[in-house]
């Protein structure tokens, strides 16, 4: 079968069982004839059951898209129905592409799965929603890249077996967040369970090989949802608390602080990822507002930085032994989301 051009919402395109000859010989290519938003079905050797995968919310995070393209160029007959949605072509297709993860003056899109649905990311939102709804996959993943560098993990807002066993798929950390955001994964409120795989950096060839390496389980097994089956034992951290900048605050990333900044981490404070760190390690420097520039939210309200950090001669450390990860090195990151989320080092919440 070849590509279909059925549209039943005019903000998506549709492809159906595309074939080598539509997918161009690179995932750019690809990309470069994609024009909207775009809703990929495979059928399935079982066609009474449908799974889900999105990827590309974020348009400059290509892991999903270069898993996808390869597996859709190697024509796979996966076991169940695909459904892929392609939700960030507008930014990912802006020159250079990749590069851009939303649209200058627009939303991010993995904020806009819920009420009021505002602005154009909000009706792309809401129409792949109503692509789910239509079609009910078991179960549904969201394939990001980290901003950084560093190991892969998934992050959902349930973690019971079927959550666990979806993660294990391609990572044995699995992130617990009662957070709601306006994320795809809060799709698992529908009873779906849904889990977004970060696969490590957009840069990192080992990213985009096990985003391809996780789809071919995801798509050639009978079972994805039992933890028997799971292929590694998942390590779950439960309601890690969001620390935050302040809009206003400056950041550097030098190994030493200039006094110009209100918050210096050195250069490689991603190699912090997932690690424990003790209390007699310093992660970096405050400037004279101390630690008034940050912020940390815990189960959607702000919580005391006291637990978390504290400061002694301008340099931060932590308040007691953390687990941190999603720290990253890219300022406009650190300030338009956020700088790092943390555990206990048992993988308990701090609050
Ligand atoms: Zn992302």
Redesign the pocket.
Known sequence: MDVVAVSTSNLLDYLHDPSPRTLGRSALEWLDRLRKPTVVHVAGRDRSRTRAMATL??GN?PSGLLALHRWLLEQHTPEVNMLFLLGGVYPAKIPPALSHRQLPYGLDL?RCFRQPFKGEEGAIARALLAELQRVKPECLLDV??TSGTGPAFAVTITSDAAHQALASLFTNRLVMTDLRLGALMEYSEQEVPTVTIECGGSQEEQAHQLAYEGLVRYTSRADVLSQEKAEWDVNVLRNPIRVELAPEATIEYRLAPTGQADLTFPPDIERRNFGVVSPDEPLGWVGEKGLSILTAIGHNRAETMEQILRVKDGQIYPAQALKAFMITTNPVIAKSDCLFYAVKATGEPIF
């Open positions: 919310l974020h995070e993995n990001h890249n």
